[in-house]
């Protein structure tokens, strides 16, 4: 394996990693300082669906996030949104920054009153990593389009729109701001704060928290900025991020910042349009942004009614959105889950696994964390269709070194469901359900210690009615500690030669099941760097699958766990990250597709919209000569969930309306289907997201 490079660098890692997670200890959100799908819309092949019999692929895996985030909006550590209307389309559209990733574009694809935000095109594909933890867009240049202007790792930056207002494509203007101090990471906003026509800049700094501002020396039309004109202004600390709005609706310009800390500071202007004067108002945001830190704000009338909205980003990334439903002078803040929220997020390197806690028939999930703490996420919901509520409160007794990884199952034979968490350290601590708490049993295994980042997994390997313990550890290798006791009384014997020879980088992490409906286990493994590998046990030995799992992005510290959340009796692919976040996969193993002859098509299968759709779905296509045309709906499972058409058509366009449900009326679940169309010669297919 293409893995043994890593190791050489495994022990700068390891001091890297250990100076850092120190300073966690202190404060977690001095990763600050670290640098680090949903598919086509419109798909067309000639298909038909059947049962798959031969070999399987990475093809087999279709990534459903929303299964962990309804709103399809990704949660970003340090996430930074701003909106702009990037399409001319006459609403706003969301720019999502973070500390990870460039900054991710979601389209508005309804109203100017009732927004739903799409994953866009990669409109930013030119903008570097390290230029753009924030990005605000504003005519720069006069030219009528909205240039792109980023604060990063590299100070402040440029990227001038030479594609227009309806399909922007941007380009770095080196030296556009060799004039102004900004340090690293500044965060940047724009208005005419003096009443002359052109747009000044306000800066928030990283390292004092500063913010100043810098008048515009240039003009409307060739903006320049420079020392010779720039104000300190305010100091909330550390980490400023300011933004303008006139929140009153008087005529001028207000000021809200957030920080690092709580909450915001919020400057009113009391004086006008071509002279400032601030006046402490932070009142007006009282409560909020009590509960989340490093809050990064944006506001803006998401709802068309003429009063200025609070989205703000997070530490964690989760964004938060407050509709004003008070007065522009007096505002009241009524918080609103539907457009953002609902995304699963633990807060940095989530370790999921399921089992059924609470006995109602479904799997619930818990987690470890960055901080050494255990998340529970109880399913709510159905073993068909999961739906989420965290309580961690239940887990609040258990506090472990950072880095924790958590696993369960009944070691006593109480009938009760215990816990085993590992952590940073390379020990092994072991929580037995006592029915009212999870007391810490020191002696379980006292004399196992993996060397760092141990990973556990319970799991009867053997077969042989008990459970087996294997830990995943820092140097990608894997140990394996039969149980050679009973169910209720383990006695741990190491077997060095279970996963000999396997050694997938660092960090390792596994899952165990039978994915691929043959009589072989499985294992699928996770690393730090990005990757997952598929092994099953053939002959006594552990067989790397090379191309089963190698198509799948996931993220750092990948952490996978197979579970059947869909009800449809295969096993799909959760997996967690260093963001704190989980991917999902649904497993589509029951699903084939065979390339049919290619006759002339008699009928076309247009775009679905909207996708994804709640509560319903136009399916247009075209027929260019008289024939029997079908048009079926499709889980993917490959069952049939409704027959919309079977009839003759003659040439024309079409249009189908589906709403979500089967061919009794019961509403589907959330997910994945297919849509076919059959003209008697050939078959389309395309993939629709439902939304609940």
């Known amino acids: 394996m293409e893995r043994a490079a890593n190791k050489s660098f495994n022990f700068l890692l390891r001091f890297v990693q250990t100076i850092y997670n120190l300073c966690i200890v202190r404060?977690?959100?001095?990763?600050?300082?670290?640098?680090?799908?949903?598919?086509?819309?419109?798909?067309?092949?000639?298909?038909?669906?059947?049962?798959?019999?031969?070999t399987l692929s990475a093809q087999m895996w279709v990534q459903n996030d929303l299964i962990f985030n309804p709103s399809g909006i990704p949660s970003l550590p340090f996430s930074q949104p701003r909106f702009a209307d990037l399409d001319d389309d006459g609403d706003l559209d969301l720019i999502l920054g973070s500390i990870s990733k460039p900054p991710r574009y979601f389209e508005n694809h309804g109203t100017s009153t009732n927004p739903r935000f799409q994953p866009g095109d990669n409109i930013f594909s030119a903008i570097s990593e390290l230029d753009c933890e924030v990005a605000v867009f504003v005519d720069l240049d006069g030219d009528d389009d909205l240039d792109a202007v980023t604060g990063g790792y590299t100070g402040l930056q440029l990227y001038d729109n030479h594609g227009g207002k309806s399909a922007p494509a941007f380009t770095k203007k080196e030296g556009a701001f060799t004039g102004v101090s900004a340090g690293i990471n500044p965060v940047p906003h724009f208005a005419d704060l003096d009443g002359d026509n052109d747009f000044d800049l306000v800066l928030g700094y990283s390292e004092s928290g500063a913010v100043k501002y810098y008048e515009n020396q240039g003009t409307a039309d060739s903006a320049a900025f420079n020392a010779n004109g720039v104000e300190t202004w305010f100091d909330v600390g550390l980490y400023a991020y300011p933004y303008f709005s006139d929140l009153d609706s008087d005529g001028d310009y207000d000021l809200l910042v957030g920080r690092d800390g709580y909450g915001f500071h919020y400057y009113r202007n009391n004086g006008n349009q071509f002279s400032w004067a601030w006046i402490d108002s932070d009142v007006h945001?009282?409560?909020?942004?009590?509960?989340?830190?490093?809050?990064?704000?944006?506001?803006?009338?998401l709802n068309g009614d003429g009063k200025q909205d609070l989205v703000h980003g997070t530490a964690s990334g989760?964004?938060?959105?407050?509709?004003?439903?008070?007065?522009?002078?007096?505002?009241?803040?009524?918080?609103?889950?539907?457009?953002?929220?609902?995304?699963?997020?633990?807060?940095?390197?989530?370790?999921?696994?399921?089992?059924?806690?609470?006995?109602?028939?479904?799997?619930?999930?818990?987690?470890?964390?960055?901080?050494?703490?255990?998340?529970?996420?109880?399913?709510?919901?159905?073993?068909?269709?999961?739906?989420?509520?965290?309580?961690?409160?239940?887990?609040?007794?258990?506090?472990?070194?950072?880095?924790?990884?958590?696993?369960?199952?009944d070691l006593n034979g109480d009938g009760l469901i215990d816990l085993v968490v590992g952590d940073l350290s390379g020990n092994l601590f072991y929580h037995p359900n006592s029915g009212s708490g999870f007391p810490y049993d020191a002696s379980m295994f006292s004399d196992i210690n993996v060397g760092g980042f141990a990973a556990p997994k319970l799991y009867d390997m053997d077969m042989d009615s008990d459970l087996d313990l294997i830990v995943g550890h820092e140097n990608g290798e894997i140990s394996y500690y039969e149980n050679t006791g009973s169910s209720a009384l383990p006695v741990w014997t190491h077997d060095p030669n279970m996963f000999s020879g396997i050694d997938v980088g660092s960090n390792a992490t596994m899952t165990f099941g039978y994915v691929d409906n043959n009589a072989n286990l499985d294992m699928i493994t996770g690393d730090l760097f990005r990757e997952l590998q598929f092994f099953s046990f053939e002959g006594g030995i552990w067989v790397e699958k090379t191309d089963m799992v190698s198509d799948l992005t996931v993220g750092q510290n990948a952490t996978p766990a197979l579970v059947d959340l869909d009800g449809d009796t295969d096993i799909d692919l959760a997996v967690g990250n260093y963001d704190g976040t989980f991917n999902y996969f649904e497993n589509t193993t029951v699903v084939g597709i065979r390339e049919t002859p290619a006759l002339p098509a008699r009928a076309t299968l247009h775009n679905a919209f909207p996708n994804p759709f709640n509560p319903s779905t136009q399916i247009g296509f075209s027929v260019t000569q008289t024939g029997q045309i079908s048009v079926k709906?499709?889980?993917?499972?490959?069952?049939?969930?409704?027959e919309l058409l079977s009839s003759e058509l003659a040439a024309g366009e079409y249009s189908l309306e589906w709403d979500g449900t089967d061919t009794k009326g019961h509403g589907m679940t959330a997910g994945v289907y297919l849509v076919v169309l059959s003209d008697g010669h050939n078959y389309q297919t395309q993939k629709i997201t439902y939304l609940k």
């Open 27 to 54: 404060s977690w959100y001095m990763q600050k300082y670290l640098k680090g799908t949903l598919m086509s819309r419109h798909t067309i092949y000639p298909l038909v669906i059947l049962l798959l019999a031969g």
């Open 285 to 301: 945001f009282n409560g909020l942004g009590q509960s989340t830190y490093w809050n990064s704000p944006s506001l803006i009338d």
């Open 633 to 642: 709906i499709y889980d993917l499972s490959g069952r049939q969930i409704k």
């Open 318 to 409: 989760p964004l938060r959105y407050y509709r004003n439903t008070g007065s522009l002078d007096q505002p009241s803040w009524l918080e609103v889950t539907s457009l953002f929220g609902g995304v699963l997020d633990v807060g940095g390197a989530s370790t999921p696994i399921f089992i059924d806690f609470d006995g109602d028939g479904d799997v619930d999930m818990l987690s470890g964390s960055t901080l050494g703490s255990i998340k529970y996420f109880e399913n709510i919901g159905t073993r068909y269709n999961a739906a989420w509520k965290a309580d961690h409160t239940r887990f609040s007794s258990i506090d472990h070194s950072i880095y924790a990884a958590v696993t369960a199952g």
